[in-house]
């Protein structure tokens, strides 16, 4: 039971509105973490159409999808800079790692597209993400989650496994589908680690804030390697409107979501409610770029979608 429960439980039990604007509150904050989700869903359809008409690495769209939504951001907040730099001083640690970590990350999820597909990739690298949070969450309560939870856990695992497993052998999406499995472990590991540190930071500075420099930190980070890859475009429609939706809406509006989700709702809950990503991802992925899944990796998909439906309609359970 969470602590907010637990102070509403021992109201009068005419007086009901704590837990009626927590359990909203969460809702709320699940709805905007899920929004973020599907917008990040069209990231890896978006990396494959650049990489098939430019010469840019994954490292390079990583780095103008972050600078392009920097630039965004830090144009909407250059009229009160003053928080931005407060939050600066106050947690520049976590706000930095924060911000690495964004980097790093993407960089190695977009690897992974590159090796194994977008399919594969953003299965695993979110699917991952729920247990190691879960796990994290468990270990700190020293306590399970809740039923509900677990059971959406277990329901996301599951999928996890089947698209695991049907990694098959190299072809046109995925070139090199082990390495690309390995990327898109990597990446995982490194976006659970960014999602607890930003639940903890995004307590105590506002959303946009957040956004703005963890997402200004993350382009710092990967200019040098961009640069040393080169990071020419050629000044056609197609491949410079698509880095502008890189850096618009799967950056500077999906991050402002998502953060500003997390201060209302767990880590896990999040992770979990980010799972919608990797469906609108798949579903783009068959669509615009004729990916083709396989029935198990199909299977995981529903078993995915059926954990962030457990936790919208039950949150916090």
């Keep these: 039971m969470s602590r907010s429960s637990l102070s509403w439980s021992s109201a009068s039990p005419s007086t009901p509105e704590p837990r ?13 973490v899920t929004v973020a989700a599907v ?18 690495t994954p490292t390079g769209i990583g780095f103008y999808r972050l600078a392009i939504g ?5 144009a909407l907040v250059a009229h009160r800079l003053g ?5 600066l001083r106050s947690e520049p640690v976590v706000l930095v790692l924060i911000g690495v970590g964004l980097g790093a990350y993407q960089a190695l999820y977009f690897v992974a597209v590159a090796a194994g597909g977008v399919g594969v990739a953003t299965l695993v690298s979110l699917g991952l993400a729920p247990v190691l949070i879960f796990a994290w969450e468990s270990l700190r309560a020293r306590r399970l989650p809740g039923r509900t939870l677990l059971g959406a856990l277990v329901a996301g695992v599951a999928g996890l496994v089947f698209v695991t497993v ?3 052998q190299p072809g046109a999406a995925a070139p090199r589908p082990l390495f690309g499995l390995l990327a898109a472990f990597g990446s995982g590991i490194g976006y659970a680690a960014s999602i607890v540190l930003s639940r903890h930071a995004a307590r105590r500075v506002p959303p946009m804030t957040l956004t703005t420099v963890s997402v200004v930190v993350g382009a710092v980070a990967l200019a040098p390697v961009a640069l040393a890859e080169g990071v020419a475009v050629p000044a056609r429609l197609a491949p410079v409107g698509l880095l502008v939706h890189l850096g618009v809406v799967t950056t500077a509006v999906a991050y402002a979501l998502f953060y500003a989700g997390l ?12 799972l919608a990503e990797p469906l ?5 992925a068959g669509w615009l770029v ?5 029935v198990p990796v199909a299977v995981g998909g529903v078993l995915l979608l059926g954990a962030v439906t457990v936790v919208h309609l039950l949150p916090g359970k």
């Design 263 to 274: 201060r209302t709702t767990t880590g896990s809950a999040a992770a979990l409610s980010t």
């Design 280 to 284: 609108t991802a798949v579903l783009l």
């Design 20 to 32: 009626r604007a927590s359990t909203a509150g969460l809702r709320i904050g699940l709805l905007y």
């Design 166 to 168: 049907s990694a098959g």
């Design 39 to 56: 917008l990040w869903g069209t990231t890896g359809v978006a990396v494959q159409l650049v990489r098939e008409s430019t010469a840019l």
């Design 83 to 87: 928080p931005v730099l407060a939050a």
């Design 290 to 294: 004729g990916e083709t899944l396989p």
């Design 70 to 74: 920097a630039v965004v951001l830090l």
